[in-house]
């Protein structure tokens, strides 16, 4: 079973930056890097959205509420995702968490992340 920890979270203002770090841990081999891993958010009342994705060679692909604002990266080596947040809006406010889009694994705690006017 592999799990993440997600960090990196805050509070910030409308047009801030934050960048989101995920580390998987557990029994991964080269489970981490053969899989896509997403970044995931659900803000209060919502249900839990897919919002980036990185494939296991690099090429990602993002919601059409963050493109051109979030940016998604991964480090193989180091079995680590990261979220590069620009431009953030109120909308934005959110629990964020880390996953394997084609093979779920247990959510961790994520990372909280609340956007003020």
């Known amino acids: 079973q592999i799990q993440f920890v997600e960090s990196g979270g805050g509070l910030v203002q409308a047009g801030g930056s934050l960048r989101l770090s995920c580390q998987a841990s557990?029994?991964?081999?080269?489970?981490?890097?053969?899989?896509?891993v997403g970044w995931y958010r659900q803000a209060p009342g919502k249900e839990r959205e897919l919002v980036a994705r990185i494939s296991r060679s690099g090429g990602t692909h993002y919601a059409d509420s963050v493109q051109d604002r979030f940016i998604i990266s991964r480090d193989n080596t180091k079995n680590t995702a990261s979220l590069q947040m620009n431009n953030l809006r109120i909308e934005d406010t959110a629990v964020y968490y880390c996953?394997?889009?084609?093979?779920?694994?247990?959510w961790g705690q994520g990372t909280q992340v609340t956007v003020s006017s």
């Open positions: 557990g029994r991964i081999l080269n489970f981490f890097r053969a899989n896509a």
């Open positions: 996953n394997f889009p084609l093979a779920l694994t247990s």
